[in-house]
Nanobody, 124 residues
Framework: QVQLVESGGGLVQPGDSLRLSCAAS????????MGWFRQAPGKEREFVAA????????YYAHSVKGRFTISGDNAVNTVHLQMNSLKPEDTAVYHC?????????????????WGQGTQVTVSS
């Protein structure tokens, strides 16, 4: 089992920045990638960003590329999501996830473990 705990969400205005963090514990050695997904009310969970520990690559959804940056340290089992130039359409619950297999990194189904999520609200 891998336990994931997110932090850093909040209410901000359009154009502001937020930094989300995710701390992993448990069988973290089984994880080869970590990702952030988000879910807005009435919508399906969607991919935001991911980082592969094995190949050292980062991946982004088109809607956040250039505004969001994922980073992490596998040695201390943490991953962050720096979100700049936030827009109202970024409003959602953001979930951290851990992947132990080799499914498509932008698909929620590839990730085995999930955090409870942290609310991000962008509103004027």
């Amino acid at each position: 089992q891998v336990q994931l705990v997110e932090s850093g969400g909040g209410l901000v205005q359009p154009g502001d920045s937020l930094r989300l963090s995710c701390a992993a514990s448990g069988r973290t050695f089984s994880s080869n990638a970590m990702g952030w997904f988000r879910q807005a009310p009435g919508k399906e969970r969607e991919f935001v960003a991911a980082i592969s520990w094995t190949v050292g690559h980062t991946y982004y959804a088109h809607s956040v590329k250039g505004r969001f940056t994922i980073s992490g340290d596998n040695a201390v089992n943490t991953v962050h999501l720096q979100m700049n130039s936030l827009k109202p359409e970024d409003t959602a619950v953001y979930h951290c996830a851990s992947r132990g297999g080799f499914g498509y990194i932008m698909s929620p189904s590839a990730f085995n473990y999930w955090g409870q999520g942290t609310q991000v609200t962008v509103s004027s």
